[in-house]
């Protein structure tokens, strides 16, 4: 990627959150983000990745409302026990628990799933929500690009690895989930297939769009595999917006700059990412 094409891929980044913005504000004016309403699911289990911040804690938060077995799935020791000591109190739930989960490694992928399975219970639920975001250049243990290997690949087997308890937890009427959570900056971003890790000229804001495109084809393609075979189980994608969270510690000053000083009445906050534009996709169990 040439630098000239570095800047496009920015200020293509920053006009779709512009856009999502908007929108937001229009949405807000015309009558808010009415919550839904979600029957108790205390048969459940679900695992949350990054759980321990932002919108993985506010999805781990709510799901754990419902009566659900949660597992944070994180790389985050120190703030783990705190976070699943807040979770208890919050919700009433000690069904509340915190399993090491790098994503950015395929090794500790994979002891991830081993100890889950070795638990013995069923999967209803995976919520694919860690992520980073326009980072400085730098490699996920196994040597892929930061934001493929970790927002994409390390979601990516995380899933395959867990499709089989997914599948054996589902039925028909009642399947299981698969939610992946993207970002509306996969309109704007591209595969570079002869360049997926940047390594001619990187650019963090075309290296995370092209991560959340991948994100959508991948979940876009599992689910007609699984409508293929009859599977008790689907695939789905969520937009989540613009949301006040910490991600957006590596983004441009000036748009920081807005989100301290606007965040509070243009960005979502997080008691409303239950209210998505994808609602339609995050109905319950029936």
Excluded at 25 to 49: K, M, N, S, W
Excluded at 106 to 133: C, D, E, G, Y
Excluded at 173 to 184: C, D, I, K, L, Q
Aim: proline share 4%; with cysteine.
């Amino acid at each position: 990627m040439s630098p000239l094409s570095a800047a496009r891929a920015a200020l293509r980044v920053y006009a779709a959150g512009a856009a999502v913005v908007l929108a937001q504000l229009l949405r807000r004016c015309l009558g808010g983000f009415a919550e839904p309403v979600f029957p108790p699911q205390p048969d459940r289990v679900a695992i949350v990745t990054g759980g321990t911040d932002g919108i993985g804690y506010a999805t781990a938060r709510q799901l754990a409302r419902l009566g659900m077995h949660v597992i944070i799935a994180g790389n985050n020791d120190s703030k783990a026990q705190d976070v699943v000591r807040r979770l208890k109190e919050e919700t009433s739930n000690d069904k509340v628990e915190f399993l090491y989960c790098d994503l950015a490694s395929l090794t500790s992928i994979r002891q991830f799933v081993q100890k889950f399975k070795k638990k013995k219970i069923p999967l209803h639920v995976l919520v694919n929500n860690a992520a980073v975001m326009m980072v400085p250049q730098r490699k996920t243990r196994d040597g892929f690009e930061e934001h493929f290997g970790l927002n994409y690949l390390g979601h990516f087997v995380l899933t395959n690895l867990l499709l089989d308890s997914l599948k054996a937890a589902g039925r028909p009427g009642r399947t299981a989930r698969v939610v992946t959570v993207s970002s509306a900056t996969h309109y704007v971003g591209e595969l570079r297939l002869r360049d997926l890790h940047g390594s001619r000229c990187y650019s963090p804001h075309g290296a995370y769009a092209q991560s959340k495109l991948a994100l959508v084809l991948f979940t876009y393609h599992l689910q007609r595999l699984l409508a293929a075979q009859g599977s008790p189980v689907t695939a789905n994608v969520a937009d989540p917006g613009v949301v006040d969270t910490d991600l957006y510690r590596h983004v441009f000053w000036g748009t920081r700059l807005i989100q301290k000083m606007l965040g509070w009445w243009a960005f979502k906050k997080l008691k409303m990412l239950l209210s998505l534009e994808g609602r339609s996709r995050l109905t319950p169990w029936t």
